[in-house]
């Protein structure tokens, strides 16, 4: 563990900004925000391509979160890289802030707003064609939901980026099985997602989104195979680090309550946040 020793801890940071964050005006989603803590470390450390001085270099690979709702996770690890200071996460859901409950590409470091989901993969493979169309090297990183996988766009996109070869393109998915309804075997079951995915041309991957070493070896392996997009089941647990929210549907529209704060953020290692 001793190696993955920045990674555990800016997931910390993330969980813990997470918590206050969604805390600050009793807002919602932090369940979606803990279980893809631990890939947003190595996503923005070794694997994308980027510079938080100049966002919008154009050889920057680019990151969409389709899953807008868990914006905070992503704000967090921005402001940390050094998009923009950290004291802006404190405005998060409030009035005159600079962050709206769901992501926003007026924020330094976001590619695309989303927030209803099977935005964020349609969007993506139009990027991926583009670079193609311009032999840019650049590639396309989308981190998916549950609910996203249930959208008929994100079906259209997975067709047309496989028929297109569109090897510059990654699609992650926080597969925490749990979305704003319910369980997802109860809503859509998704399985055999890989099986589905692979059916349509994609290079397929599954691994546990909460171990540093699969996260890495796995994304800095990606293309997986030539001509084909790739695509990462993460095996997550909803509200993960919070024992009382893990695996819960309940966790998914929830913010901690004031009076539970200081426990929390011992029970994920922070000592404030
Ligand atoms: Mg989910």
Same mark, same amino acid.
């Given at each position: 563990?001793?190696?993955?020793? *920045?990674?555990? *801890?800016?997931?910390?940071?993330?969980?813990?900004?997470?918590?206050?964050?969604? &805390?600050?005006? %009793?807002?919602? %989603?932090? $369940?979606?925000?803990?279980?893809?803590?631990?890939? =947003?470390?190595?996503?923005?450390?070794?694997? =994308?391509?980027?510079?938080?001085? &100049?966002?919008?270099?154009?050889?920057?690979?680019? #990151?969409?979160? @389709?899953?807008?709702?868990?914006?905070?996770? =992503?704000? @967090?690890?921005?402001? +940390?890289?050094?998009? !923009?200071?950290?004291?802006?996460?404190?405005?998060?859901?409030?009035?005159?802030?600079? !962050?709206?409950? %769901?992501?926003?590409?007026?924020?330094? $470091?976001? /590619?695309?707003?989303?927030?209803?989901?099977?935005?964020?993969?349609?969007?993506?493979?139009?990027?991926?064609?583009?670079?193609?169309?311009? &032999?840019?090297? %650049?590639?396309?990183?989308?981190?998916?939901?549950? $609910?996203?996988? &249930? /959208?008929?766009?994100?079906?259209?996109?997975?067709? #047309?980026?496989?028929?297109?070869?569109?090897?510059?393109?990654?699609?992650?998915?926080?597969?925490?099985?749990?979305?704003?309804?319910?369980?997802?075997?109860?809503?859509?079951?998704?399985?055999? =997602?890989?099986?589905?995915? *692979?059916? #349509?041309?994609?290079?397929?991957?599954?691994?546990?989104?909460?171990?540093?070493?699969?996260? /890495?070896?796995?994304?800095?392996?990606?293309?997986?195979?030539?001509?084909?997009? @790739? #695509?990462?089941?993460?095996?997550?647990?909803?509200?993960?680090?919070?024992?009382?929210?893990?695996?819960?549907?309940?966790?998914?529209?929830?913010?901690?309550?004031?009076? +539970?704060?200081?426990?929390?953020?011992?029970?994920?290692?922070?000592?404030?946040?």
């Amino acid at each position: 563990m001793e190696k993955y020793r *920045e990674y555990k *801890e800016l997931a910390q940071k993330i969980r813990a900004d997470a918590v206050m964050m969604t &805390n600050l005006r %009793h807002s919602g %989603h932090v $369940g979606s925000s803990l279980s893809m803590a631990d890939l =947003l470390p190595v996503i923005y450390g070794p694997v =994308l391509r980027f510079d938080a001085k &100049n966002p919008d270099w154009p050889g920057r690979d680019r #990151f969409l979160l @389709s899953k807008g709702h868990a914006a905070a996770a =992503l704000y @967090s690890v921005l402001a +940390e890289k050094g998009f !923009f200071p950290q004291e802006w996460l404190k405005t998060y859901y409030c009035d005159d802030g600079r !962050f709206s409950g %769901h992501i926003s590409h007026h924020v330094p $470091g976001v /590619e695309f707003s989303t927030g209803s989901l099977g935005h964020g993969l349609p969007v993506a493979v139009g990027m991926a064609l583009a670079a193609k169309q311009q &032999n840019k090297t %650049h590639r396309i990183f989308v981190l998916v939901s549950d $609910g996203d996988c &249930n /959208e008929g766009s994100t079906w259209e996109a997975v067709m #047309f980026a496989g028929q297109h070869k569109f090897d510059n393109l990654i699609v992650i998915v926080d597969y925490n099985r749990v979305q704003a309804l319910g369980k997802s075997k109860d809503v859509i079951d998704m399985e055999p =997602l890989a099986q589905k995915i *692979e059916d #349509f041309g994609w290079a397929v991957r599954e691994i546990n989104g909460h171990d540093f070493g699969e996260i /890495e070896s796995t994304l800095l392996d990606i293309p997986f195979a030539k001509g084909r997009p @790739s #695509f990462v089941i993460a095996r997550t647990v909803k509200g993960k680090g919070i024992a009382s929210m893990e695996n819960t549907v309940g966790s998914h529209y929830a913010c901690v309550p004031d009076d +539970e704060l200081a426990a929390v953020y011992r029970e994920l290692g922070a000592t404030d946040a």
